[in-house]
């Protein structure tokens, strides 16, 4: 019975946390076609995608010290809700800029099922039933990236880039119903009493002012700003200008993304032999000197889809090891408010992957290039700031306990 009831909130909350990446990995194919059906330069579609970044990581910021108010459903009931409103506006829209907009409310709702299913677990379980759950949710993000672009991919074959959206609402209409009919609170009003605006803001105050946890949420984030990059460019990269159709694009960003996650798995085991901050510093260079080998091909004249997908792919797997090693070092010291470290973290990496976006889509016009120097940029930003915050004496007694 226990491990039954263990498996289905697994399955719930794993369910919920699924509804946020596949509103962005399904779109992706689609972008290129919303442009041509809306009229839309590159530039404006890809701000489609930078407005429900930039929300995703700022709602996060509101739902984790809410949900701890009030409870955790209140929160996912108005997240999930506005998730769908927002998607079927999507799904109706007529012009790009109201498509921003709704993207934006969009990915404000599903920021709700980023946030709080953390937080259930943490209300559940302690030590290895806590860490099966995060491991099937990890799970679900790994697939998410790999399966949502072909998924997406089929629906507009078959219904063209609005179905992607009223595919999304339903999504979000079954996590409704998933939160009203199987998931119990799991805050009680006794723990409610013991949080406040004050005290969320207390924590946030705490880290913003410890330089060592932002200088690791800023090698993650810039790592994430370059893929983020990738994200927004290599639709119209792969499908205009290479020609690829949106289900061979699809399998493209599959191969990366299975890079990526394919690498993460092996952060344990590289860390127990060489200290996790090794790891960091290793990858993070490696990661680096790819990108700028890809940098100069493509200064030179390059222009080889194939050189592309396998310099990113090499790319990928170092980031697989340094996204998910500096979040362990960044919370190393922070146990006591973990859940908030994790939050401002996961924030400060969509606002960082968004402003890359931004500026990027300045330049865009589906070449490779721009995409390029954007994605290289941020890697040896990453590089630069992993050796000013773990290269020094001052980290030497951290590598240590890393290594044990």
Not at 91 to 108: E, I, K, Y
Not at 154 to 160: C, M
Not at 245 to 261: D, E, H, I, K, R
């Amino acid at each position: 019975m226990r491990s039954s009831g263990f498996f289905r909130i697994a399955l719930i909350l794993g369910l919920l946390s699924a509804i946020g990446p596949f509103a962005i990995d399904m779109y992706l194919p689609a972008l290129p076609a919303i442009g041509s059906s809306l009229g839309a330069p590159v530039g404006q579609v890809q701000w489609t995608l930078t407005a429900f970044f930039i929300s995703l990581g700022v709602g996060q910021l509101f739902y984790g010290p809410v949900s701890d108010m009030v409870g955790r459903k209140p929160p996912l009931y108005f997240g999930l809700g506005l998730f769908a409103l927002a998607s079927v506006g999507c799904a109706l829209t007529s012009d790009v800029q109201t498509l921003v907009v709704l993207r934006f409310l969009q990915g404000l709702g599903a920021a709700a099922g980023m946030a709080i299913p953390r937080a259930v677990v943490r209300d559940l379980h302690t030590g290895n039933d806590a860490a099966r759950i995060m491991s099937l949710l990890m799970l679900v993000f790994s697939i998410s990236p790999i399966l949502a672009p072909l998924v997406g991919s089929g629906v507009i074959a078959l219904t063209g880039w609005r179905g992607v959206f009223w595919a999304v609402a339903l999504a979000s209409l079954a996590g409704l119903a998933l939160v009203y009919g199987a998931l119990t609170e799991t805050r009680t009003q006794a723990d409610r009493l013991e949080s406040s605006v004050g005290s969320a803001l207390r924590s946030y105050g705490v880290l913003l002012r410890d330089r060592h946890y932002l200088g690791l949420v800023g090698i993650a984030s810039t790592a994430l700003a370059g893929f983020f990059v990738y994200l927004a460019g290599s639709p119209f990269v792969m499908i205009d200008h290479y020609g690829l159709t949106p289900t061979q694009y699809s399998l493209a960003f599959g191969v990366n993304a299975a890079a990526f996650f394919g690498a993460a798995q092996c952060t344990a085991l590289l860390g127990r032999r060489f200290g996790l901050v090794n790891v960091v510093k290793g990858a993070a260079t490696a990661s680096g000197a790819t990108m700028t080998l890809l940098l100069v091909y493509y200064l030179a004249g390059g222009d080889s889809l194939w050189v592309l997908i396998a310099l990113y792919f090499v790319a990928s797997g170092f980031m697989g090891l340094v996204i998910p090693t500096t979040s362990v070092l960044a919370l190393e010291q922070h146990g006591a408010i973990a859940g908030t470290a994790s939050a401002l973290m996961g924030t400060l990496q969509m606002l960082g992957g968004a402003a890359a976006m931004a500026v990027v889509s300045l330049f865009a016009n589906g070449q490779p290039l721009p995409m390029v120097v954007g994605m290289a940029i941020g890697a040896l930003i990453g590089v630069a700031l992993t050796w000013l915050t773990l290269g020094g004496a001052a980290t030497s007694a951290r590598a240590h306990e890393a290594t044990g």
